[in-house]
């Protein structure tokens, strides 16, 4: 199995999503900038890969009761609902994955702490997701 | 800013009507032309936004009107910027006209929705972040609508009980709106015992996609003052400017933010910004605004627009909305056309229908959902990839 999206984040023991820094202005952004750094006070154009923090507080969360359309592919036949959580990250912003297997919107809240997790998206392609602590 | 005349609107109904999406934007272009008793020969540019399909520009518009209406020589543009097609082409029409350069403008714009949720386009890409959200996360609108209605109730005590009561007192709004969809009255109950699309958000909490049309007609002073059109209905102000960096709240398509690691966030949110940049450039404060027009795309982002527009402080929405203030009769009555929850979404329509109500509403005219003595309106609404507006019109 490989990850949904080469580079976007790390597989193994302690997975991490895997952003970018400028080198001119230090800007961190998730998924990694790869043409133009997105400060306007900034014209850099390089920038060095860094492993974001795999803990961090539920911004918010919800589910999806309805399949969503495609290209989302169901997981199951008939489809179960999932949930969501976008999650701040101390590096000061927040990333939305689909909240872990086995949990759901009853086990978090505005302000949970979570950690980031890699689990398969279908047969072939994994993918992150937020578990609570 | 100096002030620009709106000389007649008009509309055709929403609704699910299945045809194709010029035959509303004509309807509605010959509505407006004779609300305002020009003629259509008199037109010299057209606007038209654009149709779009899942947030991508899809159908030329503007040369499409024309051509509909019988070409008459009208100088054309072509407006996108999602939800705020209708507000962006109605900015071209106003620029040009302060600039000297047109006398009758024609601002058009109509849609033909699909079923169902809105989905991206077809095909492969995996470096879209509209396509990507779907894959990935099984990111729908809705989902989003949902994670900001959950922060009301898990920040600011609102409940799933207030957000019906938004429904309600929108379908109460709509009844009597000949152009609206849905004309019936909704109970909590019903809202609650609807099904849940996205927690906490139920099926009638969240708005349908529609078909529709709307048009304005925007004339200059020369003209205004040669036909004694002076006074009408003015738009003050049209703000459509971008975020700011860092966008630090999580916004559609995206399924992440930018990091304030470097720049700390600003002092508004882009929702915020939008009415600010209105209001400055009108000239007033939200004190002065006698009635609003939001986009309920759910009925917790009605809460939200309330307090982005400076109607209210912070976290304060569902005090206005249970004493009654945002109901038509009380101090700030938000959507008196019934909006999006009457309407359902018709893109490149909905910004210029909030124009065309507000405008109704300041003559007098939005019989059996009058805000009585009403002269400074506001509208907002915000789309994807950083496009949103907000419109302020007075007598
Ligand atoms: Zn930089």
Redesign the interface.
Same mark, same amino acid.
Not at chain 1, 25 to 31: I, Q, Y
Not at chain 1, 38 to 41: I, L, R, T, V, W
Not at chain 1, 91 to 98: M, N
């Given at each position: 199995m490989r990850p949904? /999206?080469e580079g976007w984040f790390t597989t193994g023991d302690e997975p991490a999503l895997v952003g970018s820094q400028?080198r001119s202005? #230090?800007? +961190?952004? *998730? &998924?990694k900038e790869t043409v133009f750094c997105?400060? &306007?006070?900034c014209a850099g154009d390089e920038f060095d890969d860094v492993e974001l923090s795999r803990r961090g507080r539920v911004? %918010?969360? !919800?589910?999806?009761?309805?399949q &969503? &359309? @495609?290209?989302? /592919?169901p997981r199951t036949d008939p489809y179960e609902p *999932?949930a969501?959580a @976008?999650v701040e990250l101390p590096? #000061?912003? /927040? +990333? /939305? #994955?689909?909240v872990a297997d086995g949990f759901g !919107?009853a086990d978090i %809240? +505005?302000?949970t702490e979570v950690e980031l997790v890699v689990e398969p998206?279908d047969e072939e392609l994994l993918?992150w997701r937020w578990r609570p602590l | 800013m100096r002030p620009v005349t709106i000389a007649g609107v008009g509309m055709h109904p929403w609704g699910k009507w299945g045809r194709p999406f010029v035959e509303y934007g004509v309807h509605a272009a010959r509505a407006a032309l004779a609300d305002a008793g020009i003629d259509w020969t008199d037109v010299d540019l057209v606007v038209g936004g654009e149709t779009v399909r899942g947030g991508y520009a899809g159908y030329v518009a503007g040369s499409t009107f024309a051509q509909a209406l019988g070409w008459n020589g009208a100088r054309v543009a072509t407006s996108y910027a999602a939800c705020a097609t209708g507000a962006q082409a109605l900015d071209t029409a106003r620029s040009r006209i302060l600039a000297g350069m047109a006398d009758v403008a024609l601002v058009v714009g109509a849609d033909t929705t699909p079923k169902g949720f809105l989905a991206p386009n077809a095909g492969e890409r995996w470096d879209d972040p509209d396509w990507l959200r779907f894959r990935l996360v099984g990111m729908t609108n809705p989902a989003y609508f949902a994670l900001y209605a959950r922060r009301r109730i898990d920040l600011y005590g609102a409940t799933p009980e207030d957000f019906a009561a938004v429904k309600v007192k929108n379908a109460r709004h709509g009844l009597a709106n000949p152009n609206a969809r849905y004309r019936k009255e909704v109970s909590v109950d019903d809202v609650l015992g609807s099904a849940v699309v996205a927690d906490p958000l139920h099926l009638l909490d969240i708005c349908a996609t529609s078909d529709g049309g709307a048009a304005v007609v925007l004339v200059s002073d020369r003209f205004a003052k040669e036909r004694g059109l002076t006074d009408g209905v003015k738009v003050r102000a049209i703000s459509t400017v971008t975020p700011t960096f860092p966008q630090t709240v999580l916004d559609m398509p995206y399924l992440s933010t930018e990091s304030s690691s470097v720049v700390p966030a600003g002092d508004a949110t882009f929702k915020e910004s939008l009415a600010r940049a209105a209001y400055e450039e009108a000239g007033i404060s939200p004190e002065d605004v006698d009635v609003a027009e939001v986009y309920d795309l759910s009925t917790a982002l009605e809460q939200d627009w309330i307090e982005d527009l400076g109607l209210c402080a912070r976290g304060e929405a569902e005090q206005l909305l249970r004493a009654g203030d945002t109901t038509i009769g009380g101090r700030i009555p938000v959507n008196p056309s019934g909006g999006l929850a009457c309407f359902g979404e018709a893109v490149p329509a909905q910004a210029l229908a909030q124009v065309c109500e507000l405008t109704w509403q300041l003559r007098g005219q939005a019989e059996g959902r009058q805000v009585e003595g009403a002269r400074v309106g506001i509208t907002a609404n915000q789309g994807l990839f950083g496009h949103g507006s907000s419109v302020i019109v007075s007598r």
């Open positions: 949904a /999206v400028c202005c #230090g800007h +961190v952004a *998730f &998924p997105k400060n &306007p006070a911004w %918010s969360y !919800t589910d999806a009761q309805y &969503p &359309p @495609a290209p989302y /592919v *999932f969501i @976008a590096e #000061g912003l /927040v +990333v /939305v #994955g689909q !919107t %809240s +505005v302000g998206l993918i | -």
